[in-house]
């Protein structure tokens, strides 16, 4: 904390001028290793994309083994070499696919790319503070981040091939080193947890700045309930992060302490071929306990962002003011509490004792209600708005309409008697690919639609945003709906050719198939975008020029991210951070189409609170 | 070949469509020096309308072609109650999908800026939210009693019939052990230590208790129609899990840590054939075998927990009979146990210290101890 007051007496006393922040500023200083929170922001965000391809990439890959399972892809072999031989993807490699696709899509994706992204970006800029609480442990977060990738990255490059074990990384197919009959559980799996290991770090620097920025920095008048949801979203996220990975560390510490050092903590009456091995004592579902304890709360982490940035967004492009801020608020929090007591409804079928399973149902099935809470004010949001129906509002809806559809089958998987069936099978993938998958992926892509123009001052381009949006929209539905109609078929399978129960459903996993590459390739079009738009998009257009620093508002919102002038300069504001005196949802008000922030109450306006 | 000359048709592609875009940017409509959005929000104010009809008749296609070709109606007593359950849960959430989108979409259409209206500066209405705070707890905690209910009956052991049979089922890479207690009904006791346990003895059976005599293996899993089974759930090596769709019955297999499921099959697999020679879609013909899908069927058992590289290969055959068939199947299975053969190979036997080597070297036999 101390690192926090310090710069908090520092931002205070620095209101007189701006000179000091623009000191001489290298290469190395400015894009490498920048203390920047924008400059963070946008390294967060493009090795997120990164991220995003290559795991986007092994999902299209397994995806050629689930829709053909009897055809071979020559081309395959040239670029996989042994793990592709006649191009048919191994058995092995598959595991390996669909374990990477999930712990790049999770962590490496929708944590870090989405929380970095947009909390680096938007947590100083819209408190009102210069930088983050600590700009160097902001830095050091990206760059453990980067590691973390970095060590992920290089585990597909070694002979025994990376982790397969499954995303979850269960003893005790994880639990033991070196041992044949294991899968991918060599030095893949060492990686992974190392991997993992600098990505929590990476993740509790962040998540602590995060939080010690949105409490101890936010500019004059910016009281609690004057934050936007983005806010309130980011830093709840970040409260959940920080309580939460310390439980998946330790795991992952005692799972390797199994691997390396011969230690039960989650081994018992291991027998392989007939020979009983000397582990004695420990329990596989402890390693689930504090791998979901983590886990599930993770899935918030990534979805809670989103809907922040979805709030946002539907409110400024809407031009009316989110329905229910303190209803919002305060479901945001009843969801990170409930969050903490649901973890075992992975876990139903573990044979934990059955008082447990009903005592998470009913905490499970009560996530409903601030969910439901949401959905419906989301809705009100929209409803008689001046709707502009840009590409950046068009993700936020679609961001809704996944989050109704997937979340409703959550109603049906909390429910621990019905879960018996579903558990492990494909209605379960199709379930959470679309509430914490494709959603998330919605609210991101929504943020940044609606926020390059403050990364890059230039807009992305508006037809393909729309052909993106269009193909993703569609083609998600495509995928995952129907998917929902494989109630009985157990998740994780090579092939279901060795059941008749199982072989009915060829046609659909070809037609998913198809839809899955489509919308890969619609994803490679937002890149495309991306790039394109950096240095040939549309400039932000100039509103107002006051002491040489251009302003612009590109959606006429009301937070103070665009008090700031379009160039980003280091500390965002040339002079003093301007202070603020009404909430951040003033649109369609008296008279006006928005009121920012930082303009003051006209005599005998009451403030909205 | 084909794969380069499609690679190069989607470059092609791309860098059309990005041509497109630059084009549309040079000559976007402009008012008041703000690109203006009114077209476009106009356009996918339809398009708005256009997905809502596709997403439901996307929908009805996919309750109208996958529905008959979902697993059939459940075989067990609780997998009805469980069905039930299931498809009244569907029902509720069907409502409600149906109601929100409808709502976000067609808000998304009416109210989109094209229509020159202003936006209603309307920030909260405490009185809605209790609304829709209080109506989605009130169904909910109706499915929430309706689910602890069925849950808590599924695994109560009070519930249970005392004349229930019990099977063993363990879970090993990549295959299924069937344990049946034999004519004895009860079990010969495991002893899980090197003593035991070997190579030839993967369940580390104790051949000196007599109950284990008549211990069989059994290649297919053989249930009783209407007769109550208590699975008996272990694993050797890594996490399995014991599935039986047609039963809705999954529970894990954990090295070390005993489960059960018990559970009451009602419908034979003769009975379920003739069930579904009266659905439509078990009328075609299987490839395969080149008759119709419902004379084939069979109930099967898989692993439904990522269990190692051949996963999707842990299948068994189930099959349910009539008490009658049962016992004849029955009187034809071997047991395991192959009485001592000390007298006709005394080299092998002996001495109390080559018995001392054997508990750190297990070498034990079948039937030898």
Same mark, same amino acid.
């Not at chain 1, 995303?167 to 991918?184: F, S």
């Not at chain 1, 929590?200 to 910016?222: F, P």
């Not at chain 1, 919002?328 to 929090?333: G, P, Q």
């Not at chain 2, 979902?70 to 109650?81: D, N, Y």
């Given at each position: 904390?101390?690192?926090?007051?310090?710069?908090?007496?520092?931002?205070?006393?620095?209101?007189?001028?701006?000179?000091?922040?623009?000191?001489?500023?290298?290469?190395?200083?400015?894009?490498?290793?920048?203390?920047?929170?924008?400059?963070?922001?946008?390294?967060?965000?493009?090795?997120?994309?990164?991220?995003?391809?290559?795991?986007?990439?092994?999902?299209?890959?397994?995806?050629?083994?689930?829709?053909?399972?009897?055809?071979?892809?020559?081309?395959?072999?040239?670029?996989?070499?042994?793990?592709?031989?006649?191009?048919?993807?191994?058995?092995?490699?598959?595991?390996?696919?669909?374990?990477?696709?999930?712990?790049?899509?999770?962590?490496?994706?929708?944590?870090?790319?989405?929380?970095?992204?947009?909390?680096?970006?938007?947590?100083?800029?819209?408190?009102?503070?210069?930088?983050?609480?600590?700009?160097?442990?902001?830095?050091?977060?990206?760059?453990?981040?980067?590691?973390?990738?970095?060590?992920?990255?290089?585990?597909?490059?070694?002979?025994?091939?990376?982790?397969?074990?499954?995303?979850?990384?269960?003893?005790?197919?994880?639990?033991?080193?070196?041992?044949?009959?294991?899968?991918?559980?060599?030095?893949?799996?060492?990686?992974?947890?190392?991997?993992?290991?600098?990505?929590?770090?990476?993740?509790?620097?962040?998540?602590?700045?995060?939080?010690?920025?949105?409490?101890?920095?936010?500019?004059?008048?910016?009281?609690?309930?004057?934050?936007?949801?983005?806010?309130?979203?980011?830093?709840?996220?970040?409260?959940?992060?920080?309580?939460?990975?310390?439980?998946?560390?330790?795991?992952?510490?005692?799972?390797?302490?199994?691997?390396?050092?011969?230690?039960?903590?989650?081994?018992?009456?291991?027998?392989?071929?007939?020979?009983?091995?000397?582990?004695?004592?420990?329990?596989?579902?402890?390693?689930?306990?504090?791998?979901?304890?983590?886990?599930?709360?993770?899935?918030?982490?990534?979805? $809670?962002? !989103?809907? #922040?940035? +979805? /709030?946002?967004?539907? %409110?400024?492009?809407?031009?009316?003011?989110?329905? =229910?801020?303190? *209803?919002?608020?305060?479901?945001?929090?009843?969801?990170?509490?409930?969050?903490?007591?649901?973890?075992?409804?992975?876990?139903?079928?573990?044979?934990?004792?059955?008082?447990?399973?009903?005592?998470?149902?009913?905490?499970?099935?009560?996530?409903?209600?601030?969910?439901?809470?949401?959905?419906?004010?989301?809705?009100?949001?929209?409803?008689?708005?001046?709707?502009?129906?840009?590409?950046?509002? $068009?993700? !936020?809806? #679609?961001? +809704? /309409?996944?989050?109704? %559809?997937?979340?409703?089958?959550?109603?049906?998987? =909390?429910?621990? *008697?019905?879960?018996?069936?579903?558990?492990?099978?494909?209605?379960?993938?199709?379930?959470?690919?679309?509430?914490?998958?494709?959603?998330?992926?919605?609210?991101?892509?929504?943020?940044?639609?609606?926020?390059?123009?403050?990364?890059?001052?230039?807009?992305?381009?508006?037809?393909?945003?729309?052909?993106?949006?269009?193909?993703?929209?569609?083609?998600?539905?495509?995928?995952?709906?129907?998917?929902?109609?494989?109630? #009985?078929?157990?998740?994780?399978?090579?092939?279901?050719?060795?059941?008749?129960?199982?072989?009915?459903?060829?046609?659909?996993?070809?037609?998913?198939?198809?839809?899955?590459?489509?919308?890969?390739?619609?994803?490679?079009?937002?890149?495309?975008?991306?790039?394109?738009?950096?240095?040939?998009?549309?400039?932000?257009?100039?509103?107002?020029?006051?002491?040489?620093?251009?302003?612009?508002?590109?959606?006429?919102?009301?937070?103070?991210?665009?008090?700031?002038?379009?160039?980003?300069?280091?500390?965002?504001?040339?002079?003093?951070?301007?202070?603020?005196?009404?909430?951040?949802?003033?649109?369609?008000?008296?008279?006006?189409?928005?009121?920012?922030?930082?303009?003051?109450?006209?005599?005998?306006?009451?403030?909205?609170? | 070949?084909?794969?380069?000359?499609?690679?190069?048709?989607?470059?092609?592609?791309?860098?059309?469509?990005?041509?497109?875009?630059?084009?549309?940017?040079?000559?976007?409509?402009?008012?008041?020096?703000?690109?203006?959005?009114?077209?476009?929000?106009?356009?996918?104010?339809?398009?708005?309308?256009?997905?809502?009809?596709?997403?439901?008749?996307?929908?009805?296609?996919?309750?109208?072609?996958?529905?008959?070709?979902?697993?059939?109606?459940?075989?067990?007593?609780?997998?009805?109650?469980?069905?039930?359950?299931?498809?009244?849960?569907?029902?509720?959430?069907?409502?409600?999908?149906?109601?929100?989108?409808?709502?976000?979409?067609?808000?998304?259409?009416?109210?989109?800026?094209?229509?020159?209206?202003?936006?209603?500066?309307?920030?909260?209405?405490?009185?809605?939210?209790?609304?829709?705070?209080?109506?989605?707890?009130?169904?909910?905690?109706?499915?929430?009693?309706?689910?602890?209910?069925?849950?808590?009956?599924?695994?109560?052991?009070?519930?249970?019939?005392?004349?229930?049979?019990?099977?063993?089922?363990?879970?090993?890479?990549?295959?299924?052990?069937?344990?049946?207690?034999?004519?004895?009904?009860?079990?010969?006791?495991?002893?899980?230590?090197?003593?035991?346990?070997?190579?030839?003895?993967?369940?580390?059976?104790?051949?000196?208790?007599?109950?284990?005599?008549?211990?069989?293996?059994?290649?297919?899993?053989?249930?009783?129609?209407?007769?109550?089974?208590?699975?008996?759930?272990?694993?050797?090596?890594?996490?399995?899990?014991?599935?039986?769709?047609?039963?809705?019955?999954?529970?894990?297999?954990?090295?070390?840590?005993?489960?059960?499921?018990?559970?009451?099959?009602?419908?034979?697999?003769?009975?379920?054939?003739?069930?579904?020679?009266?659905?439509?879609?078990?009328?075609?013909?299987?490839?395969?075998?080149?008759?119709?899908?419902?004379?084939?069927?069979?109930?099967?058992?898989?692993?439904?927990?990522?269990?190692?590289?051949?996963?999707?290969?842990?299948?068994?055959?189930?099959?349910?009979?009539?008490?009658?068939?049962?016992?004849?199947?029955?009187?034809?299975?071997?047991?395991?146990?192959?009485?001592?053969?000390?007298?006709?190979?005394?080299?092998?036997?002996?001495?109390?210290?080559?018995?001392?080597?054997?508990?750190?070297?297990?070498?034990?036999?079948?039937?030898?101890?």
């Amino acid at each position: 904390m101390e690192t926090a007051t310090a710069a908090h007496t520092d931002h205070h006393a620095d209101v007189h001028g701006h000179e000091e922040h623009h000191h001489e500023e290298t290469f190395l200083t400015k894009y490498i290793f920048s203390q920047d929170h924008k400059m963070i922001s946008k390294q967060f965000l493009i090795t997120g994309i990164f991220w995003g391809i290559v795991g986007g990439l092994l999902s299209v890959l397994f995806r050629l083994q689930l829709g053909w399972p009897n055809e071979t892809f020559p081309f395959l072999e040239s670029f996989l070499g042994k793990w592709a031989e006649g191009g048919k993807i191994s058995q092995e490699f598959y595991y390996a696919l669909v374990t990477m696709h999930g712990t790049i899509l999770v962590f490496f994706v929708l944590t870090g790319g989405l929380s970095g992204t947009f909390a680096n970006l938007l947590i100083p800029y819209q408190v009102g503070s210069r930088d983050m609480a600590s700009p160097f442990i902001n830095m050091l977060s990206y760059w453990f981040f980067l590691g973390a990738g970095v060590v992920m990255f290089f585990s597909f490059f070694i002979q025994t091939g990376p982790a397969s074990g499954g995303w979850t990384a269960y003893p005790p197919i994880n639990g033991l080193r070196d041992t044949a009959v294991n899968l991918g559980s060599g030095l893949g799996f060492d990686l992974w947890i190392l991997g993992m290991t600098l990505f929590i770090v990476s993740a509790l620097l962040g998540g602590l700045n995060y939080i010690a920025t949105v409490l101890n920095m936010r500019t004059k008048g910016m009281n609690m309930f004057r934050l936007p949801l983005t806010i309130w979203a980011l830093m709840f996220t970040a409260v959940i992060g920080v309580l939460s990975f310390p439980a998946l560390l330790a795991g992952c510490v005692l799972l390797e302490f199994d691997r390396l050092l011969d230690t039960s903590f989650y081994l018992n009456n291991i027998i392989i071929n007939g020979n009983l091995l000397g582990y004695k004592g420990g329990s596989p579902i402890l390693f689930q306990h504090l791998f979901w304890f983590l886990g599930h709360p993770e899935v918030y982490i990534i979805i $809670l962002p !989103a809907m #922040g940035l +979805v /709030s946002e967004v539907l %409110s400024t492009h809407s031009r009316k003011p989110v329905f =229910g801020y303190k *209803a919002m608020v305060f479901s945001i929090l009843a969801i990170l509490v409930l969050s903490f007591i649901v973890w075992a409804h992975h876990m139903f079928v573990t044979g934990l004792n059955p008082n447990l399973g009903a005592i998470f149902t009913l905490f499970t099935l009560l996530i409903a209600i601030p969910s439901a809470i949401k959905v419906f004010n989301w809705i009100g949001t929209v409803w008689r708005g001046k709707v502009r129906l840009s590409t950046a509002n $068009l993700f !936020a809806i #679609g961001f +809704v /309409s996944m989050f109704i %559809s997937g979340g409703l089958t959550g109603i049906i998987l =909390g429910n621990s *008697a019905i879960d018996i069936q579903l558990h492990d099978t494909m209605f379960v993938v199709a379930h959470f690919h679309i509430v914490m998958g494709v959603s998330a992926f919605f609210g991101m892509f929504a943020g940044v639609y609606n926020w390059f123009p403050r990364l890059y001052g230039r807009y992305m381009n508006e037809t393909l945003g729309l052909i993106h949006f269009y193909v993703t929209l569609i083609g998600a539905y495509a995928i995952f709906f129907p998917m929902h109609f494989m109630t #009985g078929l157990p998740r994780r399978y090579y092939t279901y050719a060795n059941f008749e129960t199982f072989n009915n459903f060829n046609f659909l996993a070809e037609f998913i198939s198809i839809a899955a590459i489509i919308v890969f390739l619609g994803q490679v079009l937002f890149v495309i975008n991306f790039f394109y738009s950096i240095f040939k998009g549309r400039r932000v257009e100039v509103e107002k020029t006051v002491d040489g620093y251009d302003y612009g508002n590109p959606w006429g919102t009301t937070t103070l991210e665009w008090s700031s002038p379009i160039e980003r300069l280091h500390g965002n504001w040339p002079g003093d951070i301007p202070a603020v005196h009404r909430w951040p949802y003033d649109y369609s008000v008296n008279g006006r189409e928005y009121i920012p922030q930082t303009e003051a109450l006209k005599p005998g306006e009451v403030p909205h609170e | 070949m084909v794969a380069f000359l499609s690679f190069a048709i989607i470059v092609l592609l791309f860098v059309v469509l990005v041509l497109i875009a630059r084009a549309q940017e040079l000559t976007a409509d402009l008012k008041d020096g703000k690109v203006s959005f009114h077209n476009q929000s106009k356009f996918n104010g339809y398009m708005m309308l256009g997905f809502l009809v596709f997403m439901f008749v996307g929908a009805a296609m996919c309750f109208k072609i996958l529905t008959p070709v979902m697993l059939p109606e459940a075989a067990s007593e609780h997998g009805v109650k469980t069905d039930f359950l299931f498809n009244i849960t569907m029902l509720i959430i069907g409502i409600v999908f149906v109601f929100t989108q409808i709502a976000l979409f067609y808000f998304a259409y009416r109210y989109n800026e094209s229509h020159g209206h202003d936006s209603y500066f309307y920030p909260h209405n405490n009185t809605l939210e209790v609304v829709w705070t209080v109506i989605p707890s009130i169904v909910l905690t109706g499915l929430i009693a309706m689910g602890m209910y069925e849950w808590m009956h599924i695994f109560d052991p009070e519930a249970r019939d005392k004349k229930m049979m019990v099977i063993e089922a363990t879970g090993k890479q990549f295959n299924w052990m069937l344990r049946y207690s034999g004519k004895d009904g009860k079990f010969g006791e495991r002893l899980i230590d090197q003593a035991h346990v070997s190579p030839t003895n993967e369940l580390g059976i104790n051949w000196e208790d007599p109950k284990s005599h008549d211990d069989f293996m059994a290649d297919k899993l053989y249930l009783v129609k209407n007769k109550p089974v208590l699975m008996k759930l272990g694993a050797q090596d890594v996490l399995h899990s014991f599935f039986l769709p047609h039963f809705r019955v999954k529970m894990d297999c954990v090295p070390g840590i005993p489960t059960e499921f018990y559970f009451v099959p009602t419908m034979t697999t003769e009975e379920m054939r003739e069930y579904l020679k009266t659905q439509p879609w078990w009328q075609g013909i299987n490839p395969e075998t080149g008759l119709p899908r419902w004379e084939t069927f069979k109930y099967e058992l898989a692993c439904a927990e990522l269990c190692g590289k051949s996963h999707f290969g842990m299948q068994r055959d189930v099959v349910v009979v009539e008490q009658k068939e049962y016992d004849e199947w029955l009187a034809k299975q071997t047991p395991m146990y192959v009485p001592p053969v000390a007298e006709t190979a005394p080299a092998e036997t002996p001495a109390a210290d080559t018995s001392k080597a054997e508990e750190k070297k297990p070498t034990a036999m079948l039937g030898r101890k």
